[in-house]
């Protein structure tokens, strides 16, 4: 198998080293190859979701696997602006500046996308209430996405 069939077939390539970075990892520039991530390991991780879609995401996904019901886009809105003001409190917000930055939210295109992935998405009573009595969002990740 030459160099090129191994890069695109595991996660990383292969790169012939330059001189000067030999001392940065000896064992490595000894061997005049290191190991670098394909351009699509470099995408995996630089294209992290925002934590509200993920935690609205990770909710929705919860109730397909069990019974559940279609979110209706009143829940959906009424979890994304839970989950958002729990996270503002978080960061030490008073109510009125909370109040504004959730109103002016809902005109961004990203909570519309939000939205959109989470209205039709099966999600059970309890996955609902345990969002609503969650009073941080490391307890809605922690109780309520198991």
């Known amino acids: 198998m030459s160099h090129g069939q191994a890069a695109h077939r595991g996660r990383f390539s292969l790169s012939p080293t330059k001189p000067e970075l030999s001392s940065v990892s000896p064992a490595l520039g000894a061997t005049g190859l290191l190991f670098t991530p394909t351009g699509r390991e470099i995408r995996k991780r630089c294209m ?32 994304a602006e839970h989950i958002a003001r729990l996270r503002l409190q978080g960061r030490g917000f008073d109510e009125a500046e ?20 989470c209205v039709g998405q099966r999600i059970t009573d309890s996955s609902v209430a345990c969002i609503k009595a969650a009073k941080t969002p490391e307890e809605i990740k922690t109780k309520c996405a198991r």
Do not use: F, N
């Open 48 to 79: 992290l979701p925002k934590p509200l879609a993920v935690t609205l995401t990770l909710t929705c996904l919860l109730g397909a696997v069990g019974c559940g019901h279609p979110a209706s886009e009143s829940e959906c809105k009424e979890l």
């Open 98 to 117: 909370i109040t504004r930055r959730v109103a002016e939210a809902e005109k961004d295109p990203e909570y519309q996308k939000t939205m959109d992935g």
